[in-house]
């Protein structure tokens, strides 16, 4: 073998060698893209049932939000109900002692001042 036929074999030993790299880097690299894109596909679907939760959570905080400002506006009405209830009793107190000594006013003056009103 003369030194060119030798450096043609050195030549074909490093390009199989590269070929058959080449090729273990690209079954690898296969693999690793339908990895990295399975992965991907379930991050996908993670976000989306995250994404789902968020809205379901946020529609049940719009209906409770509604519920707290009916409850307020309940208790709103109901206060004022009272109120208005505590002063009509309180007025109705004021009234009482008038409510029993006017009518009997003549009869006590009569009796005890002799005087008829």
Not at 44 to 52: C, N, R
Not at 68 to 89: C, D, F, P, R, V
Not at 102 to 117: D, G, H, L, T
Request: glycine share 2%.
């Amino acid at each position: 073998m003369n030194a060119l036929e030798q450096k043609v074999e050195k030549i074909d030993e490093r390009v199989s060698f590269v070929e058959s790299a080449l090729g273990h880097f690209i079954i690898n690299s296969s693999t690793v893209l339908n990895r990295l894109e399975k992965e991907m596909k379930d991050f996908k679907d993670e976000m989306k049932a995250f994404k789902d939760e968020m809205k379901a959570f946020k529609d049940e905080m719009t209906v409770f939000k509604d519920e707290m400002t009916e409850y307020k506006n309940w208790s709103k009405n109901m206060i004022e109900t009272m109120n208005a209830q505590w002063g009509n009793l309180a007025r109705k107190m004021g009234t009482l002692v008038e409510d029993i000594f006017y009518p009997s006013s003549e009869i006590v003056i009569e009796r005890y001042f002799n005087i008829k009103p």
